[in-house]
């Protein structure tokens, strides 16, 4: 790995970490979809999982601004989860038109076989960089999202 530059802040510093940021994703996210394609998922229906498998009782309105999608498209990929059984919607009691997802036994199955795959590889990479590195790069995660508000806790917190 080259080493980081002092001038960090530069343009092309800039352009380098987002290029391996990117490219760091699509890796992992292919990584989990090779477990979810088979069975028809996109990574949208693998985020939605995710999120709900991260936090449940998530409503859809919770959900649109970190998969920056309308209810209306969410709405579409909830149906999809719940035709394969992957997906519930439970009624919440005190709102009828809040409807609290959660996974089912195969969907909750489903998941963590694609996260574990998912899981293998960050290991590797989080052994090869050691621990000041993986705190730094949680730390770094952590501030991009703060902006947006969308910092996860590590209990599962918010969206």
């Known amino acids: ?35 979810l394609e088979p069975r028809g998922l996109s990574a949208k229906d693998y985020l939605l999982l995710f999120l709900v498998g991260r936090r449940p009782g998530t ?14 498209a969410l709405s579409r990929h909830v149906i ?23 996974l089912t036994p195969a969907g909750r199955e489903l ?4 996260l574990a795959q998912q899981k293998r590889r960050l290991k590797r990479a989080f052994r090869t960089a050691g621990a000041d590195a993986v705190s730094g790069f949680l730390r770094l995660l952590e501030c991009i999202l703060e902006e947006r ?9 918010s969206v």
Do not use: C, Y
């Open 1 to 35: 790995m080259a080493p980081v530059s002092p001038l960090f802040l530069r343009d092309e510093e800039l352009e380098r970490a987002l290029h391996l940021l990117w490219l760091s994703e699509l890796e992992l996210m292919n990584i989990g979809l090779r477990v």
């Open 59 to 72: 409503t859809m309105a919770e959900l649109t601004r970190p998969l920056a999608t309308s209810k209306q």
């Open 80 to 102: 999809k989860l719940r035709e394969l059984g992957l997906l519930e919607e439970r009624s919440s009691g005190l709102d009828r038109r809040t409807k609290p997802l959660q």
């Open 111 to 114: 998941l963590d076989a694609a």
């Open 149 to 157: 508000g969308q910092v996860l806790a590590a209990a599962g917190g």
